[in-house]
């Protein structure tokens, strides 16, 4: 079951809840009138206040202390209740006075049902999500009030009012089903489930709303708001029953208005609002609500003076009219601009005044004003002179107080975002699409247990040498003494010289074992530093049968002023043993002079790629660019050395080789690319004056590919036939974003950057638009144009508009598209969409391509070659063959990435290169319940298994992993002998050498092992 499951029951669910809302208010206004006048309904407003402050209070104390789906249904029971007891007392016959408890509950059962609505979806899923199911469920929302209105409306003809009330009282009966059934689909959708956020406590919290001057006006501005609001629909309710003076008369008007009202905001909000205002929910928006409001209410109440306050013929009509207009400015202005922009501005709050001040203003200022107003309205009632237009007067005047508070919050809003902005510059920020190494790497040390740790010792020593020696100065301390001892070995086995000071240091405060352990590794380390280096010392160890006395001559040396050590190294460098030829290595790199990179260039060719030598010359810096530059110049140069001399020049960072990286940017595959860039972003370097043009160029041309995918996908929307290629072109974009964000990482501050990703790629509307108010203050205003479109919540054919002005796109066939896909720029485009176009070309039975099929067939890259020749046999046309042999289409690399990318975890590794490695040594398992794997005999054959959303038992303990991903020398290490499954699985098994060799050249797939290491967790029997 996917999102769309949830979406329809989540539509329908609006659906309900807005046929109940507009049903329930034009019966209620609609009896109460008839027996109550303007003074009673004051009291009312006064009697509702005070039942919806306490009934929102109730409802955040509940909103700390349990779930959304326990809120919802708890909320929607209360609604049901509440609105039960007025249905059925009328429909039992009772009297008046049910009309007045039926008012008195009006505004606080809306209020609770809006929140209620809106809240599930953007407390529960996803952002991603949410974002897609929102705007559908609005619309279903709004048409549910029209389709009530006007059902009453026209329903008032055949039926009678009694009956209308039955089938409100059925509605909300649905209404109230529907919830149990919402939270099962979302109970069976938990893949799109949003983590439960952590609650904050706070002491007093309605002191801390007043510490703020922000909260201050944020309280005000809703506060007053909900005064107008509700003078005006005082006036207008009360001018529309001097107008219809029955109920069905009443009934049937009010039902039209809501009707037609809600189709107009909704044309207003969808083709005129974010034209002349603003693409996104903008703050500084509610700087015009007030003009507007206070201009509707000055023309209304002018009109009432010109006819004399004289409420008969056709001067009342005109009267009733602009009254009429200023309720649905109201509610237009309220619905379009006000509501949406207030819902970005709570996210300018600290995390604690959001969690607890959202839920109050949201509800309790609307009831605050409620009362407020009622208060005002039957004080007023005792003046002899008391009308509509000194309800209006009194709207009037508000509305300038309410102008003077809204200056004040925005002037409150824009400091916020540069306060903002200064914390976020030295808050680092993990992204949520990515698997950050050294977050992860931290999180594990500090873990209990010794079995993770070990595991993620390993990883971190193979993936970067060099920064290990960090980790065990940080494990030299660890609170588990086998995590100490394990480090302790590893210094003394792999002579880690430069932490003898930390071992001397700790040797006094240790005893017994440790003691032991830390004297030997010691006694060790001094063997070396103490070693006398002459011609005779440097001949002997040279030529000796000793592995140890080599490795032990090769650091001494490092440490020495012996003239001619270099040239001993670079001797040791040739030595057969790979533990000798790392230790010269090291050696090398810890003398600094970088005359040996030269030499060392050769290990970055795959078969002798060391790691320790990558390292050299990175800390080589300047001294390396000179070797790196002719070598990466050199005819028929490796990728995989291209790729490795283009992530040096990220890692030495300094100007002359950001020149080189740069240099070279346009002219390499996506995948260097991805690299080299991540290269720099990880090394956190900052381009200067001169390089930062440099740098936005290459963000314009990234722009323009990501324009041109766009105009793909939205060719490509809506034709399921295609969907294989919508995917590849979505899955393309997602790479884009995330090379766009490095990018701008180089350029702007990247802990700010980080934020920007998380908000613009993982948020909910809002949040996206809080994005764009803080970029808006933060990026130079030549990139905004072309930055923005793409980030913004509106869409695809919305973004593709504002961006045609810079990179105009012409309308493309689908079979150009095809065309377009295959031999497009390959430094622009990754090879998987151009293979879905090969598979669409042959699933469709397409005529013509064989120029760009048998081109494909002669790429280098297995992904497109097999393809193209699978498609080229299936078509007969085995000329372009050569004999090459052709698998079964279950074997082609094609669909083995493609069964990859479906994986959720898989997802989050963008590089195709390392997923089309991945697949090529993938075995796909199929497991029996019960069916048992031995860890140790798979442990040198498969290092990551993909296992779903199952838990595993290893007949003691079940175990399950949040990622989805088992690592299995993990479990060997935990002493998991062997481990089954209680259901049929399907695992996806890799080899261990494969993937150990992939992760020495991406850090995030290092990242992606050590987080199915982490997430690995022990559960109870009662949780399976």
């Known amino acids: ?369 409620l009362t407020t107003a009622g208060f005002v309205f039957l004080g007023l009632s005792f003046l002899r002179f008391f009308s509509v237009s000194i309800v209006l007067i009194f709207a009037g005047i508000l509305c300038i107080l309410f102008l003077f508070v809204s200056v004040k919050l925005i002037k409150k809003y824009k400091q916020a975002l540069h306060d903002e902005l200064s914390k976020l510059r030295m808050h680092n920020t993990d992204n949520e699409n990515t698997y950050t190494f050294n977050g992860l790497l931290q999180k594990v040390y500090s873990l209990p247990g010794t079995a993770k740790i070990i595991e993620a010792q390993k990883i971190s020593a193979q993936t970067r040498p060099y920064e290990f020696e960090s980790d065990l100065k940080r494990l030299l301390s660890h609170r588990e003494w086998s995590v100490r001892k394990i480090a302790i070995e590893y210094i003394a086995g792999e002579r880690v010289v430069n932490l003898l000071s930390e071992l001397k240091t700790k040797l006094p405060i240790v005893r017994g074992e440790e003691k032991v352990e830390v004297e030997k590794a010691i006694q060790k380390l001094d063997n070396i530093i103490s070693l006398k280096i002459s011609d005779n010392i440097v001949h002997e160890r040279v030529n000796s049968g000793s592995i140890d006395e080599r490795v032990d001559l090769a650091l001494a040396l490092a440490f020495s002023d012996y003239k001619d050590k270099e040239i001993v190294l670079l001797t040791l460098l040739k030595d057969f043993e790979p533990a000798v030829q790392n230790a010269a290595i090291k050696a090398l790199a810890y003398s600094g002079s970088g005359n040996y990179c030269y030499t060392l260039i050769d290990y970055l060719y795959p078969g002798r790629f060391s790691l320790h030598a990558f390292g050299a010359i990175a800390l080589a810096k300047e001294k390396a660019l000179a070797n790196l530059e002719h070598e990466s110049l050199l005819s028929g140069t490796d990728d995989i050395v291209m790729e490795r001399i283009l992530k040096l020049y990220g890692k030495i960072g300094t100007p002359r080789a950001v020149d080189l990286l740069l240099s070279r940017l346009g002219e390499i595959n996506s995948h260097i690319l991805i690299n080299s860039i991540q290269a720099l972003a990880e090394n956190r370097y900052q381009a200067g004056a001169d390089n930062k043009l440099k740098i936005i160029s290459h963000i314009v041309r990234l722009v323009g590919t990501i324009t041109h995918n766009l105009n793909i996908i939205h060719t490509l929307q809506g034709k399921p036939k295609f969907g294989l290629l919508y995917d590849a072109y979505q899955r393309e974009n997602r790479i884009n974003y995330h090379q766009l964000f490095r990018l701008l990482s180089i350029i702007y501050n990247p802990n700010i950057i980080g934020s920007f990703e998380k908000l613009f790629l993982w948020g909910n509307r809002q949040e996206i638009n809080h994005a764009v108010e803080m970029a808006d203050t933060y990026f130079d205003s030549d990139l905004k144009p072309i930055i923005f479109p793409l980030l913004e919540d509106i869409s695809i054919k919305e973004k593709l508009k504002r961006l045609d002005y810079y990179f105009p796109q012409s309308k493309l066939s689908v079979y150009e598209i095809l065309a377009d896909t295959i031999t497009f720029d390959f430094n622009a485009l990754t090879i998987y969409p151009r293979a879905c176009s090969l598979i669409l070309i042959d699933h469709l039975k397409l005529k013509g391509f064989d120029d760009e099929l048998v081109f494909s067939a002669n790429h280098p890259e297995k992904l497109l070659n097999e393809t193209a020749r699978y498609v080229l046999a299936k078509r007969g046309n085995f000329d372009a063959l050569s004999g090459v042999s052709i698998p079964e289409f279950n074997d082609l690399l094609f669909v083995r990435f493609y069964r990859l990318i479906e994986c959720p975890p898989f997802e989050k590794i963008l590089s195709e290169k390392v997923l089309c490695e991945m697949a090529a040594s993938m075995v796909v398992m199929p497991l029996k319940a019960g069916q048992a794997l031995q860890t140790a005999e798979l442990l040198n054959k498969i290092s990551l298994i993909y296992i779903g959303t199952n838990t595993f038992s290893d007949g003691y303990k079940a175990y399950k992993s949040s990622n989805q991903m088992a690592y299995l020398p993990l479990l060997h290490t935990m002493g998991i002998k062997e481990f089954k499954f209680d259901s049929d699985v399907e695992l996806y098994a890799f080899s261990r050498q494969h993937v150990s060799e992939l992760i020495n050249d991406n850090a995030d797939l290092a990242g992606f092992v050590l987080s199915a290491i982490y997430n690995l967790q022990t559960i109870e029997r009662d949780e399976q």
């Open 1 to 369: 079951m996917n999102h769309r499951a949830f979406l329809y029951t989540y539509g329908i669910f609006s659906l309900f809840a807005g046929m109940f809302i507009s049903a329930f208010d034009i019966q209620v206004h609609s009896l109460f009138f008839a027996f109550f006048g303007y003074k009673y309904l004051a009291t009312a407003y006064i009697a509702g206040g005070i039942a919806g402050m306490s009934i929102i209070y109730f409802f955040t104390l509940v909103y700390k202390r349990t779930g959304a789906k326990s809120l919802t249904f708890i909320s929607i029971t209360a609604i049901t209740a509440f609105c039960g007891i007025f249905y059925i007392l009328y429909l039992s016959g009772a009297g008046q006075w049910n009309y007045y408890y039926g008012m008195v509950v009006l505004f606080p059962v809306n209020t609770l049902l809006l929140i209620t609505v809106w809240r599930y979806p953007r407390k529960l899923l996803l952002p991603v999500y949410a974002r897609q199911i929102l705007p559908v469920a609005l619309v279903m929302f709004m048409a549910g009030m029209a389709i009530s209105g006007a059902g009453i409306t026209v329903g008032l003809y055949f039926l009678t009012f009694r009956q209308l009330m039955l089938c409100a009282l059925i509605c909300l009966v649905l209404l109230w089903l529907s919830v149990p059934l919402l939270n099962l689909v979302y109970n069976r959708n938990i893949l799109f489930a949003k983590p439960k956020e952590k609650y904050i406590p706070v002491r007093h919290n309605f002191f801390l709303f007043f510490s703020s001057q922000y909260t201050r006006y944020l309280f005000l501005f809703s506060f007053l708001s909900a005064i107008i609001g509700f003078s005006i629909h005082f006036a207008f309710i009360n001018l529309a029953w001097f107008e219809f003076r029955n109920i069905f008369g009443m009934s049937k008007f009010y039902g039209l208005y809501i009707a037609v009202s809600v189709v107009f905001v909704y044309g207003i909000d969808k083709f005129l609002i974010k034209r002349i205002l603003y693409s996104y929910d903008s703050p500084y928006s509610l700087i015009v609500v007030a003009p507007l409001l206070g201009l509707s209410v000055l023309l209304t109440f002018l009109a009432s003076s010109l006819i004399g306050g004289k409420l008969s013929g056709e001067h009342f009509t005109v009267f009733f009219l602009l009254v009429t207009i200023s309720k649905v400015g109201y509610f237009t202005v309220n619905y379009t601009i006000q509501a949406p922009s207030l819902r970005t501005l709570y996210y300018s709050l600290d995390m604690r005044y959001r969690q607890v001040a959202y839920p109050r203003v949201e509800g309790s200022m609307v009831m605050a004003g």
